[in-house]
């Protein structure tokens, strides 16, 4: 044997397989290769769109945190001008209830120191035509005397 011509076989040979593995069995490999890889590049493009999607769900849900406080806040500020305005109503409403009733207790005092004062008069009258009688020792006649002892109760 020949050692050029094993040379040669073998090149001969190695350039079949290098030609058989071009033609056969490199581009399913290179298909399957490029279809992986696009695979991968499509996930990764995913991952990342998820990844925004994500941030810009976050930063919607501050939003609306940062809008339900407000309104939260501003219910709790209407809430707290509603009591304040019920206080002070009750208060006015109050206020306006016991000035009525110290009115109506001054008008009642009013009336009973009238009262007391027209039965104090009658009692002076009558101590007064009691005390002249036992002054003059007879009987002093109302009925007669009237218009004096009216007198007399205007005076008192």
Known sequence: MNINLTLLMQA?????????????????????IESRRKE??????????????????????ADLMAEAKGRAAEIVAQGEKFR???????????????????????????Q????????LR????SLAVAGAEKILKREVDAKAHADLLREIQAQL
């Open 84 to 110: 304040s305005e019920t206080i002070d109503h009750a208060k006015v409403e109050a206020k306006a209830e016991a000035d009525r009733i110290v009115a109506a207790a001054k008008s009642e005092i009013a």
């Open 122 to 125: 009658d009692a002076v009258a």
């Open 40 to 61: 991968i590049a499509d996930g990764l493009a995913a991952g990342e769109q998820g990844r925004q999607n994500l941030s810009s769900a976050e930063k919607r849900v």
């Open 12 to 32: 001969v040979a190695f350039a079949a397989f290098i030609w058989f593995t071009a033609r056969f069995v490199w581009p399913p490999l290179m298909r399957a």
């Open 112 to 119: 009973e120191v009238a009262r007391a004062r027209e039965s």
